[in-house]
């Protein structure tokens, strides 16, 4: 300061030192600005590109500009401070709108760093979920996530403006109750949505039975999962009813299915004979897991035939298909052998 002052007396300027002392510590404020971005490009983008995740990347991408401003931000403010120095009502408002432009500029970085945090951990979870609620569900948590942000930012920026914020969160909440209140199916559901993205009953492609309907899942959604039943029908269910009720999952606890099929054949055939021709389609079927072997079992004496019983397991649940071509072989199969398939009679 006195070097300054002297210097600028010596050439008959002293009046302007301390306008001169301002420009100097702004034009500080951009080198240092400049300092620390050139660090941000030259040494942190580099240490960050030795890591495997993108997200640190990313994250320094979002910062290092209003970080610079920052900086200039805050030698601007200390300029002022000093160039007002004897005007204590203007510093206060010059310093008050400087904050207030540094509250915000935080706000937008803490902002973008949460949102490149979450989108990474969303990307995560849709690669093991395998569903479209993650996909769904991320823009919308993200959104809730910059909501609360910006408006816990207004309420800093309220209240260094003096302004009395108890009125204004009070009637928040009354508004967000009656919102939540006239709204709490939709609600309901989404939160229902995140317990089926963090527990994961069931993913795509997955055959599930839920409140009596069956059927193949192919979307699964922020508030509905649809399934599509075996006659091709879409079924659509709010994700509130699938957590509030017995969930038949087929594919768990893993994909293979046990089939179970009857047949019937006419008194005086042959039981040995019987079990062995059932017995080889089911081997020679390739549809039937060999791993364990089928089993045949002959279980009662009906009415009007020899029951018997085929227990074999399929790789998926397509029990349809597999059950039509046992059926159609066997019956075949028994055509060949002369075994009789016997109708339902009754003698009185």
């Known amino acids: 300061m006195e070097l300054i002052e002297n210097f600028l007396e010596s050439y008959g300027l002293g009046a302007f030192t301390e306008v001169t002392v301002a420009v100097i510590i702004v034009l500080a404020s951009v080198v240092a600005a400049k300092f620390v971005y050139y660090l941000f490009e030259s040494w942190f983008n580099k ?3 030795r890591t495997r995740s993108e997200v640190d990347d990313r994250i320094l991408n979002a ?41 915000l500029i935080a706000a937008y970085v803490l902002a973008n760093i949460i949102t490149i945090i979450v989108e990474d951990f969303g990307k995560k979870i849709s690669a093991k979920t395998e569903s479209t609620l993650a996909d769904e569900a991320l823009p919308f948590g993200i959104k809730l996530i910059n909501a609360a942000i910006y408006l816990f930012t207004i309420l800093i920026i309220l209240d260094k403006l003096n302004i009395n914020i108890i009125p204004l969160i009070a009637g928040l909440g009354i508004l967000g109750f009656a919102l939540g209140f006239g709204a709490k199916d939709i ?21 599930i039975e839920v409140r009596g309907n069956s059927g193949d899942v192919f979307d699964i959604g922020l508030r509905t999962t649809r399934i599509r039943t075996s006659t091709d029908e879409i079924v659509i269910i709010p994700n509130s009813d699938i957590v509030s009720s017995a969930v038949k999952n087929y594919s768990l606890p893993e994909k293979r299915v046990k089939l179970v099929t009857n047949y019937r054949v006419s008194y005086g055939s042959d039981v040995e004979e019987v079990k062995k021709v059932i017995f080889e389609v089911a081997c ?18 009906g009415e009007s035939s020899l029951n018997f019983k085929l227990v074999c397991w399929i790789p998926t649940f397509m029990s349809e298909s597999a059950r039509d071509e ?15 398939i016997p109708f339902p009679t009754k003698k009185v």
């Open 326 to 340: 046992l059926n159609t072989k066997i019956y075949n199969r028994f055509n060949r052998e002369g075994i009789s």
């Open 63 to 103: 910062a290092k500009k209003p970080i610079y401003y920052i900086i200039i931000l805050i030698g601007i403010q200390i300029a002022f401070s000093y160039l007002l120095l004897n005007y204590a009502s203007y510093n206060d408002y010059v310093s008050l709108a400087i904050t207030i432009f540094l509250i």
């Open 47 to 49: 240490l960050a590109a």
């Open 284 to 301: 020679e079927s390739k549809t039937v897991i060999s791993d364990p072997l089928p089993e045949v079992y002959f279980i009662e004496f």
């Open 187 to 207: 609600v309901a559901n989404i939160l229902a949505g995140f317990f089926i993205l963090l527990d994961r009953p069931f993913i795509r492609g997955e055959r």
